[in-house]
């Protein structure tokens, strides 16, 4: 059951660009919303976050957009940089329980 | 910055035997978690711990692991008798609260091989 999808095994931007990564959830009880980083040999790096009563957060060139209605969630990074270069995982939680991930989507940046 | 640290960063061990996975989380830190992932699978929750007891458990955290707290700085998972389907990766992860802005701090791991 997946309760969080990252439909995109992989993409590809180029340098400069705007990377869009998506995400969808079922739960609709979901309350609370992050993206995670991850190198390979380390552990997921806290990105960037929303609160379900938000539709927008940025964060420097990181900004998460929420769609309650559609429940699907993005995240945009602008301009993109070869240090993009990594797995991206969406994950959500209700209340207090442990975070749901999606299964990620790697991030390649070409020069 | 304060970090997760997790050892060892890789064990390899026989089926059936046991292991521990060993965590310290960030110093203020009140809740305390441990993370799994099968090569090329996703990010799966396993356990949550505060104060000194569990809060939430998934249906993988099943009889042969248990997570304890022994002293006031280290968190541990044990797993009593090892199956080969228990090679992943083992993410511990510790939070300050459960707020709205208070993302995971995740380790950066522990791979366990059973062979």
Known sequence: DQQVKQNSPSLSVQEGRISILNCDYTNSMFDYFLWYKKYPAEGPTFLISISSIKDKN???RFTV?????????????VPSQPGDSAVY?????RGADGLTFGKGTHLIIQP | ????TQTPSHQVTQ???EVILRCVPISN??????????????VEFLVSFYNNEISEKSEIFDDQFSVERP??????????????EDSAMYFCASITDRGYNSPLHFGNGTRLTVT
């Open chain 1, 89 to 93: 995982f969406c994950a959500a939680r």
């Open chain 2, 1 to 4: 910055e304060p970090e997760v």
């Open chain 1, 65 to 77: 957009f929420l769609n309650k209605s559609a429940k699907h969630l993005s995240l945009h990074i």
């Open chain 2, 15 to 17: 089926m059936g035997q």
């Open chain 2, 29 to 42: 830190h009140l809740y305390f978690y441990w993370y799994r992932q099968i090569l090329g699978q996703k």
């Open chain 2, 71 to 84: 002293d006031g700085s280290n968190f541990t998972l044990k797993i009593r008798s090892t199956k080969l």
């Open chain 1, 58 to 60: 940025e964060d420097g």
